[in-house]
């Protein structure tokens, strides 16, 4: 099967398995699992972060950073498609009593300075409390602008809250751009990094911060049921992945590039684009069945819905990527 639903959906390699065999574990929750302690000092030297924490998924990463910033009562402020607002169950307000104040994104992904100033609340018994800022990169496979990043989390620090990065595919925006992980990082008070993305792992996310955010982050882990034991199997693929699979997001960026460009002038598909390792396009609904079970039947998984999203990943190669550009133009050739 080609399956472009998602970049989560990659196999482990056979190197990588080995790795994970091979694996020297401890405790983690006693923080002595050697191999663990090697990511996070790697994360640590990459993001220019003082301490980090591994934990069982993303979601759970952002959920433990929102928490280390935010205390009961107080809000976050972050974007109405982000994921940690959309994505997440609504774990911040579920979980931690942290109230989000969503805001509408300008078309490249970012939210508008003065609309952010503007929802920041004084201090007031009314009102909860904002703390924190929390931004996305890549969003929807943008890259978000560095510049505005920068302004952002500069505005948010002028007014006291803490700045929060969900980094899930950072390095997929770091090697678009060529701008340094720790150049993306520095603005940030915490930044949380998936090694379960385009990087291959099976498993694992980072959360880098300051010491007493990571500290207060690993409470907030055990709490949330997310401390880990002999752990060390699972960072071994992450330290891994760090080490052979970050240079070759190119490839998929690549790949999804192609994708795009194969099938942009079939005249059905409408705002087709790539973005780092995501292809987009929005479809008539009466067509969206009929692709999507076509393309079943030549082997390709992909969800077909309003606005298509197609995935590139360490499992697609440009062969497939022919083999599913031939299959979108037999489609509608027909
Ligand atoms: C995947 C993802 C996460 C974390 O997801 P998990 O499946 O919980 O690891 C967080 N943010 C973004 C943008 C993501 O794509």
């Not at 482990?12 to 996070?40: E, F, K, S």
């Not at 920041?120 to 800022?133: A, G, M, N």
């Not at 999507?292 to 030549?298: F, G, N, R, S, T």
Request: aromatic share 6%; glycine share 10%; hydrophobic share 40%.
């Amino acid at each position: 099967m080609i399956d472009l639903r998602s970049d989560t959906v990659t196999q482990p390699t056979d190197a990588m398995r080995d790795a994970i065999a091979n694996a020297t574990v401890g405790d983690d929750v006693y923080q002595d699992d050697p191999t663990v302690n090697a990511l996070l000092g790697h994360v640590c030297e990459l993001t220019g972060m003082a301490a980090a924490a591994f934990f069982p998924s993303g979601t759970q990463s952002n959920l433990a950073g929102i928490m280390a910033h935010c205390q009961r009562g107080d809000e976050y402020i972050v974007g109405q498609d982000a994921h940690t607002y959309r994505f997440e169950g609504g774990g911040a307000a579920v979980l931690g009593s942290i109230q989000p104040q969503p805001l509408p994104h300008a078309a490249d992904g970012t939210l508008p300075l003065e609309a952010i100033e503007a929802v920041i609340k004084p201090y007031d018994i009314h009102f909860p409390q904002t703390r924190l800022l929390a931004l996305e990169n890549t969003w929807g496979g943008r890259v978000i602008d560095q510049h505005w990043i920068e302004q952002a989390c500069e505005l948010a620090h002028a007014k006291g809250l803490m700045t929060h990065l969900d980094g899930a595919r950072l390095f997929n925006a770091s090697v678009a751009t060529g701008q340094a992980v720790k150049t993306l990082c520095a603005p940030f008070d915490s930044v949380s990094l998936c090694l379960s993305k385009g990087l291959g792992s099976p498993q694992g996310s980072v959360l880098a911060g300051s010491q007493e955010v990571i500290d207060a982050a690993i409470r907030w882990r055990k709490m949330l049921g997310g401390g880990m034991r002999q752990s060390g199997m699972m960072a071994a693929a992450g330290l891994h992945a760090l080490e052979h699979h970050v240079e070759r997001l190119a490839e998929d960026h690549h790949n999804a590039q192609q994708l795009a460009e194969g099938v942009a002038d079939i005249k059905e598909l409408r705002n087709v684009g790539a973005a780092t390792n995501m292809v987009f396009f929005e479809l008539d609904a009466s067509r969206r069945a009929g692709l999507q079970a076509h393309l079943e039947e030549q082997g390709i998984q992909a969800f077909v819905g309003p606005r298509t999203r197609l995935v590139t990943h360490i499992g697609i190669s440009p062969e497939d990527i022919e083999t599913v550009v031939a299959a979108f133009r037999r489609y509608f050739a027909e």
